[in-house]
């Protein structure tokens, strides 16, 4: 199967890799995992007055995987909560062109995205927290 | 449960009881494939869990000598098409049902082809456990810790061992219950958690062969 070029470029340069200190309170942290092939996503935001400033990956898994969670960080950077809640798998599908076997790839990018959003407004105790 | 096992076939031309569903030995002719012919049938093995190996083997050579495109090559194009997608079938049998888990989730699909369970169920915290695995497997690869490498293999096909040798008891708790969705989870569990682990054993590999 051939990778498109852009997910090939983010493959090659993963944008934001690394990791925050989960216990900062400033930190939300989002880990999903694909259990149909075994991928493994930690997604992790860094906020300040409800803006997302910063972001970080690490991701154990396909090329698309990888690509998928780089540009969720690409995304996500400078986007409030509640903007970066609203972006769509079907967008990151879009823009990398992943075929229809890689969709879940973009689907666990917007699940990691989610869980790092619940993660901090949780621990936040945000009015708006869930789970 | 429903008893999947008992399904029986006879040849389309002489009506003789089928071995495999893809190939009659009494009249040595193809048979057509058809929704019914699934990879239990097709190498002539009951459907269930509990699968001997070296029969599987056996029984696969056998067919599969008969349905060969080679031995086809002056047949009619029907048959010649036939037999090409009969030997797929066969392979894709073999393939699935050598395996424990790739057998272990063909058979409960086709077991419980009606019932909902979540699929995407896995032991509880085991996502984070499996995260930090890939991260300590980082580390042996970048320093070329060898000691720590094989440790970690071994410790990985422990697990295999333990997962896999989960599989059986639960089909037999499948079998005797009237409410599977419990068992099936249990299962998909296993299955889940089999293919992260796979993954870190692959990375491994990988290395041991560079």
């Known amino acids: 199967m051939a990778y498109s070029d852009k997910v090939i470029d983010h493959y090659n340069e ?33 906020v300040e007055n409800d803006q997302i400033v910063d972001a970080k990956f690490k991701t154990f898994g396909c090329g698309s995987a990888i690509a998928s969670s780089s540009l969720a960080t690409e995304w996500v950077k400078g986007k409030s909560i509640d903007e970066a809640m609203s972006i769509q798998n079907t967008e990151i599908v879009e823009e ?35 789970g | 449960m429903s008893e999947v096992s008992s399904k029986s076939f006879s040849c389309e031309g002489c009506g003789a009881k089928l071995v ?9 002719s193809l048979q057509s494939i058809s929704e019914e012919s699934d990879y239990f049938s097709a190498l002539g093995i009951s459907s269930e869990f509990d699968v001997d190996p070296d029969l599987l083997e056996e029984k696969f050579q056998h067919i599969a000598s008969e349905l060969h495109p080679d031995f086809y090559l002056n047949s ?41 369970w979540n699929d995407r169920v896995l032991p509880p915290t085991f996502l984070q ?19 720590g490498l094989l440790k970690m293999r071994e410790v990985l096909e ?53």
């Open chain 1, 14 to 46: 993963p944008r934001n890799v690394g990791s925050f200190d989960k216990n900062d309170d400033a930190v939300g942290t989002g880990l999903v995992g694909a259990p149909e092939c075994g991928d493994v996503m930690k997604l992790q935001i860094k």
């Open chain 1, 96 to 130: 990398l062109s992943l075929p229809p076997v890689k969709i879940h790839c973009s689907v666990l990018a917007e699940d990691a995205i989610k869980a790092a959003i619940s993660d901090y407004k949780s621990r936040n105790n945000s009015e708006t927290a869930e």
């Open chain 2, 20 to 28: 495999s569903c893809l190939f009659c030995f009494d009249c040595s």
């Open chain 2, 76 to 116: 009619t194009p029907q048959e010649k098409r036939l037999s090409e997608r009969a030997s797929t079938l066969l392979n894709q049998a073999y393939d699935t049902l050598k395996d424990p888990f790739k057998r272990a989730d063909y058979l409960m699909s086709l077991k419980c082809k009606n019932v909902k």
């Open chain 2, 129 to 147: 456990e499996m995260f930090t695995l890939q991260e300590e497997l980082d580390e042996m690869l970048e320093n070329q810790d060898q000691q």
């Open chain 2, 158 to 210: 422990n697990r295999f061992q333990d997962l896999e040798s989960g599989l059986l008891p639960s089909f037999r708790m499948l079998d005797s219950v009237e409410e599977p969705e419990t068992v099936l989870e249990k299962l998909q569990m296993n299955l889940n958690a089999e293919r992260y682990l796979r993954r870190l054993l692959d990375r491994i590999k990988i290395e041991e062969t560079t």
